[in-house]
């Protein structure tokens, strides 16, 4: 029996329409659905996610659904979530448990949902799921791993392992060069802009951007500005990125 959570389940369809549009431009997840989907690789085993629930991240659920696993998802951000593909995601029998801008106490118990089944495989994005099966350790009792995807929550991760406090195997895949390089650069770089200009409506050429810190993600968002007709300046702690925001052509500032 599917159990779920979600603000309404009647916005399915509206819902299915986005991951139905998402799945033709997902070539990477269509390429291993269409390589293993005769093998039921995930047959008997049952995947948590945490993770910004939108038709993206929903179609990659509904991929592992269709590779023979069990599925239970909630979001990493209630801002991000979308209401529909959630009643989306609930219509196809994955078990989600999230409703847009839930509150602490909310997400809290959407956590707990989601690891109540015992999990063979956690897919995070924060942390927020590990932190909770070491401190609820029955929870974890058929884990095999841990996938965390974001940098603060492998920062978590490689903290609760100098202090030899990790309990659970765990792949840091935002240290993937295809992680940093095209989602946190590209990926994050574009979508920021996306999220400013339709929050304001304003236009972002001739405007003067600062950019706090030139790593992977700072890089993109540099370049987007730039491409969008700011005038850029950055700033940055780190003597060499300092060095290589300049040499690619930015002002480099004390934050002051």
């Known amino acids: 029996?599917?159990?779920?959570?979600?603000?309404?389940?009647?916005?399915?369809?509206?819902?299915?329409?986005?991951?139905?549009?998402?799945?033709?431009?997902?070539?990477?997840?269509?390429?291993?659905?269409?390589?293993?989907?005769?093998?039921?690789?995930?047959?008997?085993?049952?995947?948590?996610?945490?993770?910004?629930?939108?038709?993206?991240?929903?179609?990659?659920?509904?991929?592992?659904?269709?590779?023979?696993?069990?599925?239970?998802?909630?979001?990493?951000?209630?801002?991000?979530?979308?209401?529909?593909?959630?009643?989306?995601?609930?219509?196809?029998?994955?078990?989600?448990?999230?409703?847009?801008?839930?509150?602490?106490?909310?997400?809290?118990?959407?956590?707990?949902?989601?690891?109540?089944?015992?999990p063979h495989v956690v897919v995070d994005d924060g942390g927020d799921i590990c932190e909770l099966l070491h401190q609820n350790p029955q929870y974890a009792k058929n884990l095999i791993g841990i996938c965390e995807e974001t940098t603060s929550g492998v920062q978590r991760l490689k903290e609760k392992e100098r202090n030899g406090n990790l309990k659970y195997p765990a792949l840091?895949?935002?240290?993937?060069?295809s992680k940093y390089l095209f989602d946190n650069r590209y990926g994050t770089g574009q979508s920021t802009w996306t999220a400013i200009t339709h929050l304001t409506n304003m236009t972002i050429a001739g405007q003067v951007v600062v950019v706090v810190g030139y790593g992977w993600?700072?890089?993109?968002?540099?370049?987007k500005a730039e491409g969008l007709g700011a005038e850029v300046i950055v700033t940055e702690i780190n003597p060499w990125k300092a060095m290589e925001a300049r040499m690619d052509g930015y002002q480099v500032m004390p934050i002051n």
């Open 172 to 177: 840091a895949i935002n240290d993937a060069q």
């Open 217 to 223: 993600v700072g890089r993109g968002v540099a370049i």
């Open 1 to 118: 029996m599917n159990d779920f959570t979600v603000k309404d389940i009647n916005l399915y369809k509206v819902g299915q329409q986005k991951i139905d549009w998402v799945a033709k431009w997902m070539k990477v997840l269509n390429r291993l659905s269409d390589q293993y989907k005769n093998d039921n690789v995930f047959e008997g085993k049952r995947v948590t996610m945490c993770i910004h629930l939108e038709a993206k991240t929903a179609y990659l659920a509904t991929v592992i659904q269709r590779l023979g696993a069990e599925v239970w998802i909630t979001s990493s951000n209630s801002m991000s979530t979308k209401d529909d593909v959630c009643s989306a995601l609930a219509k196809n029998g994955i078990h989600v448990h999230a409703v847009h801008a839930a509150d602490k106490k909310h997400y809290q118990k959407y956590l707990k949902s989601v690891v109540a089944c015992n």
